[in-house]
């Protein structure tokens, strides 16, 4: 079992940013895909971003490409999603998942995956 702990969101106003982290505690996920997905109310789950185990491979969402980065600390056992320019549209529970995968696909089968973490963003 792997364990997933999200921080970082909150309330920011449109045109602000805020990053997200996901840790995984006691756990090396070194050789996993990580990802960010997420949820808006009365909308299915997306994919948003994901990365390799090594972070030389990055996919995006297009509704958030050039806006939003992911990568990824191995050492600390922690991705990031820097998310910029942030539009109310991007208001959503972003959730961080995973899964041993060769390729970064964008899907939301993932096999872990964590509580999630509010972000609401203010026109």
């Known amino acids: 079992q792997v364990r997933l702990v999200e921080s970082g969101g909150g309330l920011v106003q449109a045109g602000g940013s805020l990053r997200l982290s996901c840790a995984a505690p006691?756990?090396?996920?070194?050789?996993?895909?990580m990802a960010w997905c997420r949820q808006a109310p009365g909308k299915e789950r997306e994919f948003v971003a994901g990365?390799?185990?090594?972070?030389?491979?990055?996919n995006y969402a297009d509704s958030v490409k050039g806006r939003f980065t992911v990568s990824r600390d191995n050492a600390k056992n922690t991705v990031y999603l820097q998310m910029n320019s942030l539009k109310p549209e991007d208001t959503a529970v972003y959730y961080c998942?995973?899964?041993?995968?060769?390729?970064?696909?964008?899907?939301?089968?993932?096999?872990?995956w964590g509580q999630g973490t509010q972000v609401t963003v203010s026109s």
């Open positions: 998942a995973t899964k041993w995968s060769r390729a970064v696909e964008k899907t939301t089968s993932w096999d872990y």
């Open positions: 990365i390799s185990w090594n972070g030389g491979t990055t």
């Open positions: 006691g756990r090396t996920f070194s050789s996993y895909v």
